[in-house]
């Protein structure tokens, strides 16, 4: 993949997590503060990773998959307000040769407050590995 | 009020919030950390301020209202792990010369992890102030 | 002790942790939000915990002792705004039959912007357990 | 500029701000989580902001400049550990039409656990808007 998809756009994502907008996300700017969105794409990302990745994870055979966050990126759309929910969207968008790209949108009602992209590299022993055969054929599947 | 109802009864509540457990909640420990919890107590203080006790205080006739945290207490009743969510009783059970006192339990479903108490205090000009007749009146109503 | 010390007169304390006051722990209210003041007082107790109370737990022979944090208690006592440094005093000033009590005051310069008592409980097996006669020995040298 | 600098580069940056790593910003895997770490680039960043940009933007002659972020990256380089200090170092990296880039890095000592870039845009009037010939000459200044 040469060019990202439209990551403002829900029809993208097939995961959605919930978060609560906490007033103590809120700054002295007066509005939720980039930090928490960053927990907010945390939220996201992990649910993910718990609910489609790790169990894609877990059912392998003689392979290992261990990913860690190597890179985040952050796309503030839009300023947002205490209180209110946020939903966030995930969606696998590439499979590198030992890494794994997300892709995420952090939603209030239909507007994209922010979107993001996550790098996590497979670990083993310390250092990043490949991912193996089987993991990356499942991974595939999940691509756009 | 010389005695603290039992603040783990979800029955004392009549005013509920909802928080999701972060990942960045946690701590090293393995489980939820003691500040996310005041965090979460937060959440139930200030909806039940925003959705309770401000519409009673905006319609005050020539009377001001306006309450400042000035003393929480939490008391950690069980271990909580992520993911999932909270939710946040509260109740007001104290209105003192100046001050509100109000007590709030957090649930994993019917699991009190965490019970509080917060003391807000009036303020005009810069210092503590009573509380006037009006407020008084409507607040009484609200105590258990 | 039947009666707390002064709290927020730093000649109370022996122990003294560093906090940066951070954007994100501002709120909408434009100043220092509550919970980022528990987190302070945590860095206060548990470079306390680590470098006084674990000290004298590590050397006991054939004694365990593990505390966890069972009550919290803040006062704010000023607004507090960023950016700027936090200093945490903390002390001992209480040890029960199966828990200590340590007092933890946050200074701006020598003002003291918050007060707290922390209540931790000795743990085994998963219960409350007794404060052994080493430990109990040890503690009482460092009370007020 | 068309490439990056080296950003783990003590070197390459003339401002430095310092945070303090807090047991709350750890998580369950045992390491600082990693949107602590993107709270320690704000610090880095808003220092930066006051004391450099800030200053410059001041002296403006009838010329408004006001940014705010809309992109973070993050790299996360090496896992980091409670308790500690870390440094953020800052460095204006590229002045674009409406846009400032900013490098940081967060440090442990000499070891550079995570770098950074952001974006902040100028806004007048809720949308992005050329930077003024005034500040564009004092922000060139502080090219690498």
């Not at 927990?39 to 059912?59: C, H, K, N, P, S």
């Not at 949108?105 to 083993?124: E, K, L, P, Q």
């Amino acid at each position: 993949m040469t060019q990202l998809p439209d990551l403002t756009d829900p029809g993208l994502y097939d995961h959605w997590a919930d978060d609560v907008v906490r007033f103590c996300d809120t700054d002295q700017a007066g509005h939720v503060n980039n930090v928490a969105i960053a927990a907010y794409v945390e939220t996201g990302r992990l649910m993910f990773d718990r609910e489609v990745i790790g169990g894609i994870a877990q059912a392998l055979e003689g392979e290992v998959f261990r990913a860690i966050l190597a890179n985040l990126t952050v796309n503030y759309l839009a300023e947002s307000f205490w209180p209110g929910k946020v939903r966030i969207g995930s969606r696998l968008i590439k499979v590198g040769n030992s890494s794994l790209t997300t892709a995420h949108g952090v939603f209030r009602d239909t507007n994209c407050i922010a979107s993001s992209t996550c790098v996590m590299v497979n670990r083993a022993d310390g250092r990043s590995a490949p991912i193996g055969p089987q993991m990356r054929e499942r991974l595939a599947v999940l691509l756009p």
